[in-house]
């Protein structure tokens, strides 16, 4: 059986190997753009707004540089600044909790449980008179429970940020991430599943004034090209992103179909390997697996034998963000959030990216039964 499974490297990521088919495609759509000459704010980028729009189920959606700008500009939409607090959890990228002192407001950390994301449980608790609104994170591309979290915020009139940003066709009771918020955020980044060749991040929304006041803040504050409405940044969708994203978007079913069918597979060829955990799964969901988070007993020396098999591996994120040297000004010490905690040290995203071949999966799986079979 061993013989059978290939001995390539199988890296974490493959962008090159994603992009390889496509390349004919995305080198007609930047002469396209070429010819055009609308670089900024051009064609692409309404057509790209449009179509995402529309896959997300949702009236509008306002493009802008980067996910971090995304949510940023989001809270500004909501007037959230401050003096305002935002509940988000501390197992997440630092740019979810960034965006919300970038903003000028304080995050309120609320810890997460063990489907990674923030637990419905712990929010009331965590709500004062200065909170304005819920920022959940549909962190490894699995949903929040928003049905609880979409409940908690009209109780409490609270305005809901989705970061969304791993998490692009990810559905809870049938319902997309980014369409049932006030706002949602995408990241457009390189590493994540609709990716640009560079940065990018779009806003979903319903709401019409929103939707006007994002186009405003992205563009310099300008509401005319004379008048500008208030001191905003310039952060622009770039249109050759834009002409590159509606490439790819004609394929992210089918990326999304392979991440899930890789999940599947793991879940088969690693069902019961003593020291290791499996992400759990539920019927009202649909994970999308921008990563598959393992939690492993001796999480290093098993990273370290899969690196020396030529395995790729990552861990998001081995520090919580409270514990990051920029959180010290919110005075929380290790211990706050245990539950992220004792995840951070025991979690592994295993390679799951859409070009993973069945037989290197296969190279991973059996990789980690050997590791935890010597070492018994
Ligand atoms: C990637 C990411 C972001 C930030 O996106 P950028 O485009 O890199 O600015 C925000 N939140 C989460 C959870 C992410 O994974």
């Known amino acids: 059986m061993t013989q059978m499974i290939?001995?390539?490297?199988?890296?974490?990521?493959?962008?090159?190997?994603?992009?390889?088919?496509?390349?004919?495609?995305?080198?007609?759509?930047?002469?396209?753009?070429?010819?055009?000459?609308?670089?900024?704010?051009?064609?692409?980028?309404?057509?790209?707004?449009?179509?995402?729009?529309?896959?997300i189920g949702v009236r509008f959606a306002v493009g802008c540089g980067n996910g971090t700008d995304a949510l940023q500009l989001s809270l500004r939409a909501l007037d959230i600044g401050p003096g305002d607090e935002v509940i988000t959890p501390p197992n997440s990228f630092v740019a979810s909790t960034s965006c919300i002192r970038l903003a000028g407001a304080m995050p309120v950390f609320v810890?997460?449980?063990?489907?990674?994301?923030?637990?419905?449980?712990?929010?009331?608790?965590?709500?004062?008179?200065?909170?304005?609104?819920?920022?959940?994170?549909?962190?490894?591309?699995?949903?929040?429970?928003?049905?609880?979290?979409?409940?908690?915020a009209a109780k409490h009139q609270l305005a809901i940020v989705e970061d969304s940003a791993q998490a692009i066709l990810a559905e809870f009771d049938g319902k997309k991430v980014g369409s049932?918020?006030?706002?949602?955020?995408?990241?457009?980044?390189?590493?994540?599943?609709?990716?640009?060749?560079?940065?990018?991040?779009?806003?979903?929304?319903?709401?019409?004034?929103?939707?006007?006041?994002?186009?405003?803040?992205?563009?310099?504050?300008?509401?005319?090209?004379?008048?500008?409405?208030?001191?905003?940044?310039?952060s622009r969708l770039d249109t050759l992103q834009a002409a590159i994203l509606l490439v790819k978007l004609d394929h992210l079913e089918a990326w999304t179909d392979a991440r899930r069918a890789n999940a599947a597979r793991y879940r088969r060829l690693l069902a019961n390997v003593p020291g290791l955990t499996l992400p759990t799964d539920s019927p009202r969901e649909r994970q999308v697996y921008h990563t598959f988070v393992v939690q492993a007993e001796r999480r290093e020396a098993l990273r370290a034998y899969l690196s020396e098999r030529g395995i790729g591996t990552s861990v998001h994120y081995p520090v919580p963000i409270h514990l990051h040297t920029a959180a010290r000004e919110l005075g929380h010490e290790r211990g706050a959030f245990p539950v992220t905690e004792r995840q951070a040290d025991r979690i592994l995203s295993l390679p799951v990216h859409n070009t993973l071949r069945p037989d290197q999966l296969d190279r991973v799986a059996a990789t980690i039964r050997e590791f935890y079979e010597e070492s018994r």
Not at 122 to 144: E, N, Q, S, Y
Request: proline share 5%; with cysteine.
């Open 6 to 55: 290939s001995s390539d490297p199988v890296p974490y990521v493959d962008l090159a190997a994603q992009h390889a088919p496509l390349k004919a495609d995305i080198l007609a759509a930047v002469e396209g753009v070429l010819e055009r000459g609308d670089f900024i704010l051009g064609g692409a980028v309404e057509a790209f707004e449009t179509r995402l729009a529309a896959l």
């Open 180 to 234: 049932t918020g006030t706002l949602g955020c995408f990241s457009l980044h390189p590493l994540k599943t609709l990716n640009a060749c560079g940065d990018g991040g779009v806003v979903t929304t319903n709401d019409e004034k929103l939707a006007t006041r994002l186009r405003i803040l992205r563009n310099l504050g300008l509401q005319t090209r004379d008048d500008c409405a208030e001191w905003s940044v310039n």
């Open 111 to 152: 810890d997460v449980d063990e489907t990674y994301n923030i637990d419905p449980d712990k929010i009331d608790a965590a709500i004062t008179p200065r909170t304005k609104a819920i920022m959940p994170v549909h962190l490894t591309g699995r949903p929040a429970h928003m049905e609880r979290i979409l409940a908690i």
